[in-house]
């Protein structure tokens, strides 16, 4: 049987051409991969927009050649930009909360329609009638409550099940938002910043590169906060000691301002806090910004 180990940085490393029962299972788990019921194939965990592991698409290899499989090795090692990574993530973030949506949306409908059959079965039990001990329905009124009971236990899992895909629905359709909050971009430019500067002392130029370009798509998206008003221009050239600004939910005196951040007076001692961290800014009236 030909197998093909596949790598490129959109879908990661794959193993394709495999069927049920074929002995190539027990091998792949082994080796770690995992299977992929929506791409219908073994892929290697978080190996998409990464390097290939070598190391390991030669051992699936050998072991799969081993076991009297034909396998073709295929890697493309070539990056996507940033932009490319970022937009197929907008997308399947998507493409998951519109899944998740639909999905709660079906457990929400079975429910109700399990739950009214529990009901309407329920209904032909006059209310308050026991069980009937001594008669001879006594057994088949017992297997029936049984079954109603069963039953409404059924539509209140289907109802949990359908509450746990809409919290997922929800997390998932926030995902973006969230990676892209302004907070969330400046930690990410600050620790692409260190990155790329301990790569240069390294002198490990093809990782200069890509952090490079990575950190500019980045400080792109910054400069449209920016420009749209979502982030505030915060820096020692706008705040100084005695303003006051927000961090969080609360405002804090500021008791002096560096070049990269802010320090804070606060309840339990003075606290330092990036600019990219604040979300407000009040000058007090005595005080102007520094040129």
């Known amino acids: 049987m030909n197998v093909t180990i596949e790598h490129t940085a959109a879908t990661g490393t794959l193993v394709e051409g495999t069927s049920r029962g074929d002995g190539s299972a027990p091998i792949l788990k082994g080796l770690g991969w995992r299977w992929g019921r929506s791409i219908g194939c ?6 998409r927009d990464t390097a290939p592991n070598v190391s390991l698409i030669e051992r699936t290899a050998q072991a799969l050649r081993a076991d009297g499989f034909a396998v073709e090795v295929s890697i493309d090692a070539t990056p996507r ?65 049984d079954r109603i009971s069963s039953i409404y236990d059924k539509s209140f899992q289907l109802a949990h099940d359908a509450e746990v895909a809409h919290r997922a629905a929800d997390a998932a359709a926030a995902h973006t938002g969230a990676r892209y909050s302004v907070t969330t971009v400046g930690n990410r430019i600050q620790s692409l910043t260190a990155d790329l500067r301990r790569a240069e002392r390294a002198g490990r130029a093809s990782q200069v590169s890509e952090l490079a370009e990575q950190l500019a798509y980045w400080q792109g998206i910054r400069s449209q906060q920016l420009a749209d008003g979502t982030a505030g221009d915060f ?20 008791e002096r301002a560096s070049a990269k951040s802010v320090t804070l007076r606060g309840d339990f001692g003075p606290r330092r806090v990036a600019y990219h961290k604040l979300s407000g800014h009040r000058a007090t009236p ?4 520094r040129d």
């Open 286 to 289: 005595n005080s102007s910004p």
């Open 42 to 47: 073994w892929f290697a965990p978080r190996s």
């Open 81 to 145: 930009t940033t932009a490319e990574v970022e937009a197929d993530k907008i997308t399947r973030a998507a493409d998951r909360a519109q899944e998740l949506a639909a999905k709660a949306s079906r457990l929400d409908d079975q429910a109700d329609a399990t739950y009214a059959r529990a009901r309407e079965m329920a209904s032909h039990i006059p209310f308050g009638q026991p069980i009937l001990a001594d008669h001879y329905s006594a057994g088949r009124d017992r297997r029936t409550r």
């Open 235 to 254: 820096g020692s050239h706008t705040i100084k000691a005695g303003d006051i600004v927000q961090c969080g939910r609360a405002w804090y005196v500021v």
